[in-house]
T-cell receptor
Framework: GQSLEQPSEVTAVEGAIVQINCTYQTSGFYGLSWYQQHDGGAPTFLSYNALDGLEETGRFSSFLSRSDSYGYLLLQELQMKDSASYFCAVSDGQNFVFGPGTRLSVLP | EAEVAQSPRYKITEKSQAVAFWCDPISGHATLYWYRQILGQGPELLVQFQDESVVDDSQLPKDRFSAERLKGVDSTLKIQPAELGDSAMYLC??????????????FGPGTRLTVL
């Protein structure tokens, strides 16, 4: 089976940097992806890591350590519009499993 | 910009009734997913299609849920009979294909189901 763990909530102020961690246990592993979901909206894709290291896309970066079964999403220069739920998800080539999600609240 | 279409957006039904949801993926996307998302939780994969074939339905409650994608394009998810615990958002997503070379999943707006 597969299981993923994320913090349930994170709070930060505008302009700050926040890191959302994800640990996983899977029988197989292709990669770790991140999705953002605003209240009432559908998940939207943010990033994907198949190899160890840091991937940067604008204000968002994602990191993966396959040996530690661990990854994180880093959000820089936080904006109010970043308030949303963030999900990590694991693919093992046959199954796709989402984590429980981290609710990020950005305060003015 | 191409989008995943779903209908209806909202559905209220009484328990023991039948409900059906429809999804039209982005043109050319071979892989289609149906997810159930309970408020405050992550999406849970119910069924995954590659073209018209089911790739994974291990989490689909087969005694009451069924899904089909007859021509490998649009898809229907059915619940019969609906139970109170089925109240959730049902999300459809599609991607070019599924495999080691990851393909981003594009989600539709979802169908919010309320069972009374």
């Amino acid at each position: 089976g597969q299981s993923l763990e994320q913090p349930s909530e994170v709070t930060a102020v505008e302009g700050a940097i926040v890191q959302i961690n994800c640990t996983y246990q899977t029988s197989g592993f292709y990669g770790l992806s991140w999705y953002q979901q605003h209240d009432g909206g559908a998940p939207t894709f943010l990033s994907y890591n198949a190899l160890d290291g840091l991937e940067e896309t604008g204000r968002f970066s994602s990191f993966l350590s396959r040996s530690d079964s661990y990854g994180y999403l880093l959000l820089q220069e936080l904006q109010m519009k970043d308030s949303a739920s963030y999900f990590c998800a694991v693919s093992d080539g046959q199954n796709f499993v989402f984590g429980p999600g981290t609710r990020l609240s950005v305060l003015p | 910009e191409a989008e995943v279409a779903q209908s209806p957006r909202y559905k209220i039904t009484e328990k023991s009734q039948a409900v059906a949801f429809w999804c039209d993926p982005i043109s050319g996307h071979a892989t289609l997913y149906w997810y159930r998302q309970i408020l405050g939780q992550g999406p849970e994969l119910l069924v995954q299609f590659q073209d018209e074939s089911v790739v994974d339905d291990s989490q689909l409650p087969k005694d009451r849920f069924s899904a089909e994608r007859l021509k490998g394009v649009d898809s229907t998810l059915k619940i019969q009979p609906a139970e109170l615990g089925d109240s959730a958002m049902y999300l459809c997503a599609s991607s070019l294909e599924f495999g080691q070379d990851y393909n981003e999943q594009f989600f539709g707006p979802g169908t919010r189901l309320t069972v009374l």
